[in-house]
């Protein structure tokens, strides 16, 4: 059965970091790419960061220089660390992996970033 769990998201002030996690079992971790998505209330789905099983890295200009995503392929778990987060960064946080035709979603974990 695959899983992948979210954690580390809260409430933190404007200029504030958090690190998310996303525990993964059930995959053949190290061969999937690895993305957070975000989503606000009343928004589209955004991707926010990107890592592929070959470790390159991408990132939307609305988080580039903020955000970092790595990957531990032992612990089969990406992180998703986010420094000088903005209250426009308030949203559920998604951890989706995807190899082929074979995908798959977290649950979510919830930042709130105060002004």
């Known amino acids: 059965q695959v899983q992948l769990v979210e954690s580390g998201g809260g409430l933190v002030q404007a200029g504030g970091s958090l690190r998310l996690s996303c525990a993964t079992s059930g995959i053949i971790f190290r061969l999937y790419g690895m993305n957070w998505y975000r989503q606000a209330p009343g928004k589209q789905r955004e991707l926010v960061a990107s890592?592929?099983?070959?470790?390159?890295?991408n990132y939307p200009d609305s988080v580039k220089g903020r955000f970092t995503i790595s990957r531990d392929n032992a612990a089969k778990t990406v992180y998703l660390q986010m420094n000088s987060l903005k209250p426009e960064d308030t949203a559920v946080y998604l951890c989706?992996?995807?190899?082929?035709?074979?995908?798959?979603w977290g649950r979510g974990t919830q930042v709130t970033v105060s002004s």
């Open positions: 890592i592929s099983s070959g470790f390159s890295t």
């Open positions: 989706y992996a995807v190899l082929g035709s074979h995908a798959y």
